[in-house]
């Protein structure tokens, strides 16, 4: 996340400057003395809750370069912050950043480690933001912003050693091998006129190369190249004094087109670097900073009410839009509802038209109507006389001596079933028949009786309307003054010989 504002500390003050729209614009600058701090602390109150960053840029930073055994996530992280409290005891203002591995052995990882070894000047200005509750991203120096430039213009020489010119002529040395930094100095420069600049620089960069000799940075035989980024009649005064002898290569960059590439349109003096430095650290803040997390808690702190802020923004803008999605939904049922009450108001108005057309009739449509339901269930329902009747003659054409008495027939009833009103249930679509008949000439004995009476029933049972025949009484006189005849002849009146059967019809549904 970037930011804006940047307080740019020096070894005597503090300067503000807020960095938007390509445009670095310089609030205010305060000395460091108890008044000077004091007027930052009511500065800083007036917009507290804004995230901040400070960039630092004093001559009490000092670079290390140690070996530490090759670890990846949080042990790393607990092993490099344990080596740098041991390499800079007391010191809290620290930083560890891995810039390679050895090639042979065990391949440790070689670390850079970094502190500012006289604090007080930083922790007074810190006392303030922390008293102010400013979200703090955290403490940068001007060195650790020199590896974007190095990066940027891709400079991956073995040795390279960056210039930069900040306020107060104070000259930054930047030393990187393959784009890593190494070690960065700052000193400062005499005179103000370009000739003194230039020859104080390149004295500067004869007494660094001699440094990095001694700290086996450099091999002497070794040849450095120095980019110097400067502008208008400085970098020309540079190019003029400044010559290649084979140990010492110089590159210019102009501060103006290093400017336009990162979108910064007022351009910085060739002396003010710390505004260009200042403009890339509010577009993106490096990936170690002298300050722990705990100096971050309230850049934390801000960061998550942002979060929420923009959660609850979207969740609104979500509720918004379904309301008006369902505002929508409701406006169109609204207007199909009102397009069918018209449609009806129509269909009715064409009803009550078409019924004056029609002729006047005697009776209500509900009569007719339940006329026409009861015709239908006549149909539906009615007897079968003249099959029963068919089916009783066809059988007895067949047994002359068994002579008709009465046919009935109607619906059967279920046994045991009774409707709503308590009659008993009709089955649908099924009929019986009840045959009451007898024996014109009784036979000598009822044995032969029934057996007449048995060719009945198996010729009604041929018959393809019938389903069942059931035997409802026999020829048999059950009278207690009469004899019961077997071979032996009588003498007397023949014994009445009358029998009832009972012929289930097959349902209409099954009728071939």
Known sequence: MAVERIFYVTASELSVFHCSQGVVLPLAKFELSDEGTQDFSDYIKQDADHPSAVLVDVIEEEFRIENAPHVMGADRHRLLDRKAIALFRGLNYR??????RESEGRRDDKVLFSAINKPEVLERWLKALRLAKVPLTGVYSVAM???FFVNRYRIKHDNTLLLTIQSGRLLRQSFFCNGKLKLSRLTPLSGGGVAEIVTGVVNEVDRMKRYLGRLQLLNFKQ?????LLSGGEQLQGFQQGCRNDGQLNYHFFDLKQASTGVNLKEVPAANECE????????????????????????????????????????LASASVLWSMADIHAGQQLSLKAGLIAAESLQMQSEYKIQMEKLPSVEYSPRIMRAAVEASQQLIEHKPRSLEALMMVGDSLVLHPNIELDQVRWGPLHDTGALDENGNPEVTEGIDIAVIKAR???FPVNYQAAFKQVDALVNTLKKDPLVAEVKIVSLPLNTDPTSLLVGEARYNGEAPVASF??????KGRDNEI
Do not use: T
């Open 275 to 314: 505004k260009y430095f200042s403009y890339l650290l509010s577009h993106k803040l490096p990936d170690v900073n002298y300050v722990q997390s705990s100096e971050r808690h309230y850049y934390l702190q801000y960061r998550m009410r942002r979060w929420m802020v923009a959660v609850s923004i979207v």
């Open 145 to 147: 912003l020199g590896a």
């Open 223 to 227: 040849p450095m190249e120095v980019c």
């Open 95 to 100: 930083s560890a950043q891995v810039i390679g």
């Open 439 to 441: 024996l014109k000439n």
């Open 500 to 505: 009832e059967l009972e012929a289930k019809l």
